[in-house]
């Protein structure tokens, strides 16, 4: 098979599966972005706010979990390449100071792969012969750890831009109410808004995953309609508590 018919098969061939890593992130951002900010609407509505005060809740939300999200993001990528370095720093000195266990070690693993005999030695000879291509295999083989590629920098950033394009689509129609353009009905258009939003995102998730679109659609629209719900009668609740 050809590398161009198998980067097909992958997914590889297209503009968008040169950035798959960034748009995975830019849509479990945008997931979290649109459900949070829409809960705080909703339970803003449940309880009968204004519209700055719902303006003033979610645009709070946005900015302090939007950076919370980022933030962890990024620490979450770096955590693993340091993780990687740190073993991979072990191995090293492993290969320097224990070479006889760690080429033994060589043998096992290619011996339960099937190698045997002259074949088996002839292997592990090669492969201990340089201390990079040595240590590389037992980092893959042995530990079973890659090489984080993605950006700690990158993730972070997209995470928050996507939380905060995606979390700013249920707020529209109240900036817009608020800016003197009254609108009748807020938390219904708002609603309707957000939905879509979450129809969108659950597509595109499916389409990244390379699973089921309706399913992807469903249970975005289920877990953000849930939140929601959750919210809106929370706000029902507590504002008939407090009044």
């Known amino acids: 098979m050809s590398k161009h018919k198998e980067a097909v098969l992958h997914g590889e061939s297209t503009f968008l599966s040169k950035f ?33 005060v719902v303006i003033i809740l979610g645009f709070a939300n946005l900015i302090a979990d939007g950076f919370s999200m980022s933030v962890g993001s990024y620490l979450s990528t770096k955590s693993e390449r340091d993780k990687f370095e740190k073993h991979k720093r072990i191995e090293y000195w492993e290969v320097d100071n224990i070479p006889d266990a760690e080429r033994e070690e060589i043998r096992e ?24 291509r040595w240590v590389d ?24 831009v996507s939380f905060i394009i995606m979390g700013f689509i249920p707020l529209i129609v109240y ?38 679109k309706v399913r992807g ?5 289920f877990l953000g309609g849930s939140a929601a719900v959750l919210a809106y009668y929370v706000g029902v609740v507590l504002e008939g508590i407090i009044s």
């Open 175 to 212: 900036v817009i109410d608020y800016s003197g353009k009254p609108i009748e009905h807020l938390f219904r258009y708002s609603s309707i808004l957000t939905f879509i939003t979450f129809a969108a995102i659950g597509y595109a998730k499916s389409y990244i995953t390379a699973t089921s």
């Open 20 to 52: 798959q890593d960034y748009i995975g992130e830019f849509i479990y951002g945008g997931i979290d972005g649109s459900v949070t900010t829409f809960a705080v609407v909703a339970g803003a509505a449940g309880a009968g706010l204004d519209s700055s």
């Open 217 to 221: 659609i469903l249970e975005t629209l």
């Open 137 to 160: 295999v037992m980092m893959k083989e042995e530990l079973e750890m890659q090489k984080e590629q993605k950006s700690p920098f990158q993730m972070g950033l997209v995470t928050f």
């Open 109 to 132: 693993i290619y011996a339960a792969k099937g190698f045997e005999g002259d074949l088996l030695e002839q292997v592990v000879d090669k492969i201990t012969e340089d201390k990079d």
